[in-house]
């Protein structure tokens, strides 16, 4: 992983993977490499929507990581998650401060008088 000013705590990191789960790469960057224009469409990208994915192209394994780098530090923003060649950066919005939630959990549903009855007979095999 990348290392830059702008941590996260890992509840952050969970509510702001969730969250970006279902976005579409906004910026993609490919051959050739990470121009100014690219830099300043990603910086839009994080003004406009705090949360942002970015794609690359063509570009090395060994190569992505240095290229995370400089994105982060050159923009301040945070590296949510980085799986292949998708990049999650986050990068909170000075005018809009929304506090961090963690995702709801499911509660399951209310069981049948049959599941307790055999939940609890389960639990006293093992006893």
Known sequence: MTENTNQLSPIQRRTLRAAA????PVVSISQKGLT?????????????HELIKLRLYGIERDNRD??????CTSL???TVQHIGNLLVLWRENPKEAIEM???????SAPMTKKQAAARNETRARRR
């Open 21 to 24: 789960h279902h976005l579409n």
């Open 36 to 48: 100014p224009s690219v830099l300043a469409e990603i910086d839009r990208s994080l003004k406009a």
């Open 66 to 71: 240095a290229l995370f780098t400089e994105i």
């Open 76 to 78: 301040n923003c945070a």
């Open 101 to 107: 939630v963690p995702a709801r959990t499911r509660k």
